[in-house]
């Protein structure tokens, strides 16, 4: 068998797909626009559930490849032609053919600073929830812009979800238990440190997610039912916030040292220039569209093109890389392998 | 009646077997989105009228849909219609409308 | 405060306003309460940028405070605006430009209104034909007074007397921007900067020299709300606005208010008078107020005009505290003089703010 497999985007989808493709005996180009692997896990800390260290997540699946995987990193696709099922990779490297094109894109943080109200990129002390992967990865720790520790922090969830005012109606998903999770690592980083969560539903829908619930409960951090209207900056650089605390049916305002913006999981722009390219149509919220939701979700309505991770809407880790390795299966079968 | 010294107590509890629901289906006929709120509680954290008194969008809207229909009558008076609450709504309300539907069906009903 | 940051946003939200050929609008109160803004504008534009103006003497306000207080159906409204715009056209302008807040809010809310209902347009059609006869035509351009003002900010800098600027100190004034809440909040699109962080003010502040401070209430509303204020039970909630506005922006110790709605100056200055007499609780620099000033009144203090020409003395928390600042040329003895010269008479002095020097 000499059959070759393009696969776009070197994310956890990417790799675990790539690793299952070669041990079904294909030959796989892999595309990562970035100089390394590992897509938007190679960001962060520790992840949810279970704390586990998240390079340890992407080099297990990075080592996992064999020697029939081609990696080109640095190396960016821009469009697919496909020819009497034959599938031409125009990208910023050579030309490249495939038998079967697997889009694992993934997606791209949302841009807080559309949220103005809010005040990302003007008000000292507002990050993302990204920024703050980057401060536990470095420092272990949240601190603000001057470089002290925060005594009280502040998360809000869904920004760029579930807000047609942004034009992004749907939930993100992974971000509720990524701010219960980061509100439990500030309580033990730092003891002292006051926590606000405010949401507007807790979707806690994966395995141990509830009981991450709880432990933040158990912790001390503070559950605030509410969506905050703004955030203005203070004198000392410290945040206001203003919400409804919906559970009391009053208004509600704090000030706080840190806020914490739950940014979104957003299409990641090439994902709709290369399904365009291929005749492919993203779905309504602008990820790649799928076959059906239910039995069919790695493929597409081109045959030979299949989509795996969050390129298609967004997912945990968990589930991208169970598409990944659902979609070799099918790739394999599309292939005649099967 | 005899009187024993104390009273029957009535159940302050919603029953929505015997709860009207007029105002509610008049208002969401004329406007859709009186359907969509997501009780964010947004509009009442944004409200220049519910900073001083205890009125809130969001309860309107939903003690509407429990049928306390002449209670929100009187509240929708608290409104201002400054529309900061259509400016923060992330279901994209009409919130002003919704005020104004509300009104409207209280002087055809006379009520 | 990343002033970047700032910037980037008020470079999304650019509005097109037209440059000459204005068809101007009147406010209901403004002429009351402010007199000599209206006057200022009109100067500005016709003697100092040399524009057409063209002020309709048949013209009527837009009955927004009816409607916002619901004596007046938004048909009505409607079709008085339909009037309106219809004089436009028979007068041969088509570049509107309304000088009240609300009136803008109330016009830009019928045109998109309009816009996604074309029955809705076509009944105040019906109805404008039927009481009057005339038939109107969508303006090529609406705009705020202030987005004008905002517009020639530069020109209006090139020809300043004075700059906002302490003289002594060669500091720039600190100064706190008031948007009127129907400028942008219902259509962020309309309004220059957008809704979070509005630029119309604060770009004509920093053209004449000053400094726009931030403080955490800059977005809540003046309190006037018609429906707050007019029923005199509800005052308390309207001054009660005003006061959580004043203690946030009191620690800036800021020189000045500027307001671009005729309702949120008068009542920023108002209530300061209230507040002090009800609560012997004053926000400016030792028993004085805080001035709160239109964006007219601060142009024609910067072109040089005269403050009591300017009606600067209908003001109650006095002005004369900026006008040293500025280093504006002033005679303490006119205030209270009538256009003739004869004498007013002085008003008496409030017992907590501080009135007289
Ligand atoms: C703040 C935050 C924290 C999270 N924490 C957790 C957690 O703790 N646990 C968990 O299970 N999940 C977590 N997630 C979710 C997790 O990040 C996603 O499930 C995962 O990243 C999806 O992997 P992916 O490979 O589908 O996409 P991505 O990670 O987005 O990878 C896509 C890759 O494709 C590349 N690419 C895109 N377009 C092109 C192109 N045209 N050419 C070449 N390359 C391209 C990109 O550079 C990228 O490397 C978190 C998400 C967020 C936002
Ligand atoms: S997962 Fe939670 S925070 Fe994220 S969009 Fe959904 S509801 Fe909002
Ligand atoms: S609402 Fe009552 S029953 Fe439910 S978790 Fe809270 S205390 Fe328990
Ligand atoms: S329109 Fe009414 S409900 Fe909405 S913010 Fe204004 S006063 Fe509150
Ligand atoms: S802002 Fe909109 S969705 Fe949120 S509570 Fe108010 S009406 Fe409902
Ligand atoms: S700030 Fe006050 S006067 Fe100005 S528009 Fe709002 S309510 Fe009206």
Redesign the pocket.
């Given at each position: 068998m000499d059959k070759t497999v393009a696969v776009v985007g070197g994310g956890v989808a990417g790799l675990a797909a790539a690793a299952a493709l070669n041990q079904l005996g294909y030959r796989v180009l892999l595309y990562e626009k970035e100089a390394f692997t590992g897509g938007n896990v190679r960001n962060w800390d520790r992840l949810f559930p279970k704390a586990r260290n998240a390079r340890e997540v992407v080099d297990e699946l990075a080592s996992s490849l064999t020697g029939l995987t081609e990696i080109a990193t640095g190396t960016f696709v821009n469009s697919v032609k496909s020819t009497d099922g034959l599938f031409e990779i125009e990208s910023s490297g050579r030309p490249a053919y495939a038998d079967a094109v697997l889009l694992t894109t993934g997606f791209e943080l949302f841009d807080a600073r559309k949220k103005e109200e809010y005040g990302y990129g003007i008000f000292e002390n507002v990050i993302t929830s990204a920024d703050l992967e980057k401060m536990f990865a470095s420092s272990g720790k949240p601190l603000m812009a001057d470089g002290s520790e925060p005594k009280k922090v502040a998360f809000i969830h869904c920004v760029g979800s579930r807000d047609e005012k942004v034009n992004k109606p749907y939930c993100s998903k992974v971000c509720c238990v990524t701010a219960v999770k980061q509100a439990v690592e500030v309580r033990e980083a730092l003891p002292e440190c006051e926590v606000y969560n405010f949401y507007m539903d807790l979707r806690m829908f994966g395995t141990g997610y509830e009981q991450l619930y709880k432990e933040a409960q158990v912790k001390g951090v503070n559950f605030i039912r509410g969506?905050l209207s703004e955030a203005n900056e203070t004198r000392t650089h410290q945040v206001m916030i203003k919400a409804e605390d919906t559970l009391v049916s009053r208004p509600l305002q704090i000030t706080v040292d840190l806020v914490v913006l739950m940014v979104g999981m957003s299409p990641a722009g090439s994902t709709m220039t290369i399904l365009k390219s291929l005749g492919l149509l993203g779905n309504e919220d602008g990820f790649a569209g799928i076959a059906n939701a239910h039995t069919g979700s790695t493929l597409t309505l081109k045959k030979g093109v299949f989509v795996a991770g969050a390129c298609s809407g967004p997912a945990n880790i968990t589930d991208s890389v169970n598409e990944a390795r659902a979609a070799a299966l099918r790739i394999h079968q599309y292939l005649g392998g099967v | 009646m005899a009187d024993f010294g104390y009273s029957l107590v009535k159940s302050g509890k919603t029953d929505l077997d015997t709860a009207g629901n007029a105002l509610a289906r008049s208002v969401s006929e004329a406007e859709p989105g009186f359907n969509?709120?997501?009780?964010?509680?947004?509009?009442?954290a944004t409200c220049s009228a519910g900073r001083f008194t205890n009125f809130g969008?969001?309860e309107l809207?939903h003690r509407i849909k429990r049928g306390e229909e002449k209670l929100m009558i009187a509240e929708a008076e608290k409104c201002m219609l400054c529309g900061k609450?259509t400016l923060?709504?992330?279901?994209n309300?009409n919130?002003r409308n919704i005020v104004l539907l509300i009104r409207k069906h209280a002087i055809i009903k006379g009520l | 405060m990343k002033q970047e940051g700032k910037r980037s946003i008020w470079n999304d939200y650019q509005k097109e306003i037209a440059d000459d050929k204005f068809y101007y609008v009147r406010s209901c109160i403004r002429q009351n309460f402010f007199p000599g803004s209206e006057t200022a504008f009109l100067k500005i534009l016709r003697e100092v940028l040399e524009k057409d103006v063209f002020d309709d003497r048949h013209h009527t306000t837009c009955t927004g405070i009816g409607y916002h207080a619901e004596v007046v159906p938004l048909e009505t409204t409607m079709t008085v605006v339909g009037r309106n715009f219809a004089l436009m056209k028979e007068a041969g302008y088509q570049n509107y430009v309304p000088s009240c807040v609300t009136s803008f809010g109330i016009y830009t809310e019928i045109l998109d209104s309009w816009h996604h209902f074309p029955e809705v347009e076509a009944r105040a059609r019906e109805n404008l034909d039927k009481a009057t006869g005339r038939t109107f035509e969508i303006p090529g351009n609406l705009a705020h007074t202030s987005d004008i003002i905002f517009k020639f900010r530069n020109e209006i800098a090139a020809k300043a007397k004075y700059m906002l600027v302490n003289k002594t100190t060669g500091k720039p004034l600190r100064v706190v921007d008031h948007i009127g809440c129907h400028y942008a909040k219902m259509f962020p699109q309309k309004g220059i900067g957008g809704a979070e962080y509005p630029y119309v003010l604060a770009g004509m502040v920093e053209a004449w020299g000053g400094e726009v401070i931030d403080y955490p209430e800059r977005r809540h509303c003046c309190g006037f709300g018609f429906r707050q204020y007019l029923v005199k039970a509800n005052r308390g909630y309207s001054i009660s606005c005003s006061k959580k506005k004043f203690e946030s922006m009191e620690p800036e110790k800021p020189d000045f208010i500027i307001a671009n709605c005729p309702g949120c100056a008068y009542f920023l200055d108002r209530w300061q008078y209230a507040l002090a007499e009800m609560e012997g609780k004053t926000y400016g620099e030792d028993g004085h107020g805080i001035p709160s000033l239109t964006y007219e009144e601060v142009a024609g203090l910067v072109l040089g005009f005269d403050p009591w020409e300017l009606g600067l003395q209908l003001h109650q928390v006095p002005v004369e505290s900026l006008l040293k600042k500025m280093g504006v040329a002033y005679d303490p003895e006119s205030k209270f003089r009538g256009a003739n010269g004869e004498d007013l008479g002085q008003p008496e002095s409030p017992l907590n703010l501080k009135f007289y020097e």
């Open positions: 969506r | 969509l709120c997501i009780a964010c509680g947004c509009c009442v969008f969001r809207i609450c923060v709504c992330p279901r309300i919130t | -």
